[in-house]
């Protein structure tokens, strides 16, 4: 019994920094309609600015300041690279995010080469016990502080002008832009915002479970991308439940491998990807996604 | 670092003028020639100069132990040249960077390879997996570092001491031996899917076999590095004893989330497992306390008056550079690279051919290193007995011995029945 609960806490923190990765998807793919493949890298250079950082500063000034540099450069990308590209060909924009994966990726795993960075969080190996079940305290720090900014980002969507602006250029660009909603400044605000929830999920990506930071660390936001889709790629409430979904799936199929063996071992990389193509077939447009109106 | 470029171009022309054949096919181009010195030479040696090839990983994930090996390489290139070279001619080490990619790393062997006799370094599995057979068809004596057994039975190809499946029967052998585990009890092994992991995990099922033992299998990829799912489903499981065949980071995942979930139990790796830089994780007190680790080469804080000598000449060389066990396999290798070299002189043949046949014909050989290799049998791997040793902070190199070179029980008859 410890062990299903074990396993069911384990899926639940994944699945909390996973979220923060899905949302940057969605929040990006909200404002322009852009799948952002950097995210990855983003992620990355987050994790590594704290790692390099922590020593001089501290842990909370590296981390505040990593996350603000993350979401600059984010923003920086959107106004350097993204602005003057025509915004209808979400797919050449989309291609073109993958070329600033590649750039950045290469560039930082330069960088750490074979290193293995701690990011300096005060968390250690700490370990609490709840009824008899063993959870790492940075686990705990990742679920509080997840919800805390997911639930801030959803009252930004919905009492803030930019928030408004936001869901009004999902629904339709051109009719947000004729009513005065500034895209350019909507979407790079977007694009920053997804640089900060990707810098901050870093820091729990590498916390105690796992080692520290290492080159390949950016390659778990791919992990993220099904829990966008399967959610609905622009719904964030979707993102947050798909994120959810995944990461106990990840851990179930993982913490039950022996049971699970007659399907072949190392099922929990796969279980996120089988996951979604279930949902698709189910529910095409996602599990909390629309079904787009389309004219005749 | 050397590179090659028009460099390798201006060797290529001068090696073209002085053999007076073709050079730059891909192949067993023999070049045929007849040194000054009345030795026989082709590919890669001149009359003043062999040069060997190395293939390296100086930008990707094991750019540190890469480092370490060419470095330690070109340390033991240097001391041979001071003492007047082998055969009278300098040694000269080629680097390539893969940055552990398949695609370069081809790319670069089919442009290093037509210019060197030998090769003293091909870093990473899947690398030496896709060149084997060209190493093979061309006759390159190769070292690679790499430990699959799939890489045995080539006469081109030599495995430098055990191989990971041996390793993991060594590691059973261990925990029966002195870790308490009885017959019926369950052992876990999280392994890496690819030959690495496969091989591994054979061992370790025909030692547990043999041992009355149960191994629970958990398989993870090179992305996973929260093991906390795995470490769960074990110790749900009930096991005794942990083996791992995996990265540095899960090693260190691994052992954190156990200590931390107090799950106390014995987990062994292998030398690929390990890395000094885990000692500065979070994970530190639980690896030191729990992990072993199974390697061919004795741990670099030994005691052997050759290892000794070797850090005292590396940290000089190299004061700013970390000491790992890359510098003690690097230096090792081309020790034996050397010594091959020198019976292919001895024997008048530094050619291709002649260099594999006098490797082959070495059966007793003993630099200090660790235990005596036997290179006569290219379907076994050059020795069946390993090192047993444990991390420690204040170790150089971060570890300590903890047992000496030993042959499993069953490994000489294990390894002979492979392939079977």
């Known amino acids: 019994m410890t062990t299903a609960l074990d396993i069911l806490l384990n899926g639940l923190a994944l699945g909390s920094v996973y979220a923060l990765v899905a949302l940057g998807f969605v929040i990006i793919f909200k404002a322009s309609g852009v ?61 073109m995010t993958i070329g600033v994966d590649i750039l950045l990726l290469t560039e930082l795993a330069r960088r750490i080469g074979g290193d293995l960075l701690t990011l300096g969080d005060p968390w250690g190996n700490d370990v609490l016990t709840l009824a008899g079940v063993t959870v790492p305290t940075s686990r705990v720090a990742s679920i509080t502080v997840s919800v805390l900014v997911i639930g801030t980002v959803f009252a930004a969507f919905r009492h803030t002008d930019w928030g408004l602006s936001l869901r009004a250029a999902s629904e339709d660009q051109e009719a947000a832009a004729l009513m005065g909603v500034r895209l350019g400044r909507v979407r790079t605000l977007a694009w920053a915002l997804a640089g900060a929830l990707a810098a901050l999920a870093a820091l729990f990506l590498t916390a105690f479970p796992a080692p520290g930071l290492e080159r390949t660390t950016g390659q778990i936001a791919l992990k993220a991308f099904p829990a966008a889709i399967l959610g609905g790629m622009a719904s964030p409430p979707g993102a947050l439940l798909g994120s959810l979904l995944i990461g106990v799936t990840e851990a179930l199929a993982a913490g039950y491998q022996s049971e699970l063996s007659a399907l072949g071992r190392g099922l929990g990389d796969v279980a996120p990807y089988l996951v979604m193509i279930v949902v698709l077939l189910v529910r095409p447009h996602g599990l909390l996604g629309t079904k787009e109106a389309v004219r005749v | 670092m050397k590179r090659t470029g028009s460099r390798c171009a201006a060797v290529a022309l001068t090696a073209l003028a002085l053999l007076g054949t073709a050079c730059g096919t891909k192949g067993g181009d023999d070049g045929g020639g007849q040194g000054a010195d009345g030795v026989a030479t082709g590919p890669g040696v001149t009359d003043d100069t062999i040069t060997l090839g190395a293939l390296t990983d100086l930008t990707g994930p094991y750019a540190t132990l890469g480092e370490s090996i060419v470095n330690a390489q070109q340390l033991w290139a240097d001391q041979i040249n001071a003492d007047g070279g082998i055969c009278g001619r300098d040694i000269r080490i080629e680097v390539e960077d893969h940055g552990y990619d398949v ?13 060197v006799l030998a090769m003293p370094q091909v870093i990473g599995s899947p690398v030496v997996d896709a060149l ?54 369950r052992i876990g092994h999280v392994y890496f899917e ?26 993870i990829k090179a992305t996973d590095t929260d093991l906390t799912a795995q470490v769960t489903a074990l110790r749900g499981e009930d096991v005794r004893a942990v083996l791992i065949s995996a990265g540095p980071a899960q090693t260190a995942s691994l052992v954190g989330v156990a200590a931390a979930a107090g799950f106390e139990v014995p987990v062994v790796t292998s030398a690929p497992g390990f890395a000094p830089q ?52 690097g230096y090792n290798a081309a020790v034996l690279m050397g010594e091959s070299l020198k019976a292919a002189c001895d024997a008048g043949d530094l050619t291709r051919e002649g260099l594999v046949t006098a490797h082959r014909s070495r059966d007793q050989v003993d630099v200090g290193l660790g235990s005596p ?48």
């Open chain 1, 35 to 95: 799948m952002n493949f950097a995210q990855g890298s983003l992620l990355l250079l987050g994790g590594y600015l704290t790692a390099v950082l922590h020593e001089e500063l501290g842990f909370l000034p590296a981390l505040l300041l990593a996350v603000a540099a993350t979401a600059l450069v984010a923003g920086l990308v959107d106004r350097v690279l993204l602005r003057g590209m025509d915004p209808r060909h979400h797919h050449i924009l989309t291609i």
């Open chain 2, 103 to 115: 695609q370069k790393a081809v790319a670069a062997y089919a442009q290093l390879s037509p210019d």
């Open chain 2, 132 to 185: 084997v057979d060209s190493i093979e068809a061309d006759g390159v004596l190769t070292f690679p570092q790499a430990w699959s057994a799939s890489l045995l039975g080539h006469d081109a190809v030599q495995v430098l001491g055990t191989t990971y499946d041996l390793d993991m029967m060594r590691a059973v052998d261990f925990l029966v031996r002195e870790q308490g585990l009885a017959e019926g009890d």
């Open chain 2, 194 to 219: 690819g030959e690495y992991g496969a091989n591994a995990l054979e061992g370790s099922t025909h030692a547990a076999r043999a041992a009355g033992l149960t191994v629970v299998e958990q398989k």
């Open chain 2, 278 to 329: 885990l000692l500065k994780t979070p994970a530190a007190p639980a690896l030191t306390a729990q992990l072993h680790i199974v390697t061919a080469i004795p741990s670099v804080s030994s005691d052997l008056p050759a290892v000794r000598k070797l850090v005292a000449d590396y940290t000089r060389t190299y004061p700013d550079a970390l000491v790992d066990s890359g510098v003690l396999s």
């Open chain 2, 373 to 420: 290799q036997d290179f006569s049998d290219a379907a076994q791997p050059s020795s069946t007995a390993s090192y047993l040793i444990r991390p420690d902070r204040d170790a150089v190199g971060g570890t300590t011995g903890v047992e000496d070179a030993r042959t499993p029980p069953g490994a000489e008859e294990f390894s002979a029945s492979r392939g079977e």
